[in-house]
């Protein structure tokens, strides 16, 4: 008769990527209306580190983690700004043994293009963000990122 021993299933570190939207409701305040306003669509990619057993324990635990750090606030525009989490898009397994350290890598991606497309035209398209100015930056995550300023 053979035996089967099972396997303790062991901890891991993932990199999961999730994504959230800032959901606007409501008309601005007329007299709040400033140079900062705009009216795009916001989403924000944000990568977690998550310790689990498996790919799949890594996405649910994540998000878990996401939902928990969605919020509702008012911005200076006396608009309710909801931010929700979407979904979890990808999870990286990260190879390091042992304790995490600096400098430990906690996401990557390969990104395919075509052999003709510009280095220039690549960055605006997957990376717009470095290729606008620090002013159009600040403008643009000003209202985001300092809402306990509202």
């Keep these: 008769m053979q035996t089967h021993k ?3 299933l062991v901890w891991k570190w993932y990199g999961v ?3 959230y939207k800032y959901l606007v409701s409501g008309k601005p305040t007329p007299e709040k209306i400033d140079t900062s306003y705009n009216e795009h669509q916001i989403f924000e990619e944000s990568i977690l580190l998550i310790q689990a057993q498996s790919f ?5 635990l994540a998000e878990q983690e996401a939902k928990e750090r969605e919020d509702s606030y008012t911005n200076v525009y006396d608009q ?4 929700k989490y979407i979904e979890s898009l990808d999870a990286f397994e990260l190879f390091e043994d042992g304790r995490l350290a600096s400098g430990t890598e906690v996401y990557s991606r390969f990104v395919h293009t075509s052999k003709e497309e510009k280095f220039n035209d690549f960055l605006t ?4 963000e470095v290729v606008e100015s620090e002013e159009e930056q600040i403008k643009r995550n000003f209202i985001l990122r300092n809402r306990d300023f509202n």
Excluded: T
């Design 56 to 60: 799949d324990q890594a996405y649910e």
């Design 17 to 19: 990527k999730v994504l």
């Design 6 to 8: 099972k396997e303790a």
């Design 80 to 83: 309710l700004i909801e931010f």
């Design 125 to 128: 398209r997957y990376y717009p």
